[in-house]
Structures are given as C-alpha cells and as structure tokens.
C-alpha cells in the first residue's frame, strides 16, 4: 500500500502562485510513476503532470510553461509549482500514484492505483 497525503493549496488572486506538495508513504520502493491531476467544479478529474520513476514529465496543454513539477525519490516527495494561475485552475488537486509497466497510459484517472486526499486551489478573478 502507498498513502499520499497532498498539502499546500490555499486562495491566490490571478496572477499568483501556489506551490502543492504530496508526501508518499508505505512501499514507496522504485518503479512508480506519480502524477498530479485535478477536478474542477462539475467537471471530471483531468491530467495536469505526470513524472516516471526515471524522470521523464509530461505536461497537460492548459498548464505547459506555468507549472513545474519535481520529485525527490529519496524524500519521496512530490511538488507542483504553479506560477500566473488562472481562475480557470480552480480544483481540487490530487496526487497519484501507479506501478510502473510498459504503456501505462499515466494521463489516464483509471491508471492509478493510490490516491491522495485531495487539496483545494481556488483562483479569484
């Protein structure tokens, strides 16, 4: 079992930053990919960043160039710095966490096994 327990959210006026942070716990061993991925007010949850355990991200279209994702595997950390945010990234954000094996499709909500509590992020207008 892994827990992962997000932290960090908060009230930013448009234009602001915020910086989330997830702390994984349990078999956190080698070989899982982690991502974050968020939901907005009545709509489904949607890929914001993905990282594999070697390091390679992905970014979704809608945050490409203001948010940044890193992971320190020794601390088992992973943080999400979001720079001139928009009221439309108001969500609940979430980390994720999956095993990983070959074409694991890591923008998928269905791929992961582990999940977090969730964190709000409210940007104001």
């Known amino acids: 079992q892994v827990q992962l327990v997000e932290s960090g959210g908060g009230l930013v006026q448009a234009g602001g930053s915020l910086r989330l942070s997830c702390a994984a716990s349990?078999?956190?061993?080698?070989?899982?990919?982690m991502s974050w991925f968020r939901q907005p007010p009545g709509k489904e949850r949607e890929f914001v960043a993905g990282?594999?355990?070697?390091?390679?991200?992905d970014y979704a279209d809608s945050v490409k160039g203001r948010f940044t994702m890193t992971r320190d595997n020794a601390k088992n950390t992973l943080d999400l710095q979001m720079n001139s945010l928009k009221p439309e990234d108001t969500a609940v954000y979430y980390c994720?966490?999956?095993?990983?094996?070959?074409?694991?499709?890591?923008?998928?909500?269905?791929?992961?096994?582990?999940w977090g509590q969730g964190t709000q992020v409210t940007v104001s207008s």
């Open positions: 994720a966490a999956v095993r990983e094996y070959i074409g694991v499709p890591y923008r998928v909500v269905s791929a992961y096994d582990y």
């Open positions: 990282i594999s355990w070697s390091g390679r991200k």
């Open positions: 349990g078999r956190t061993g080698s070989g899982y990919s």
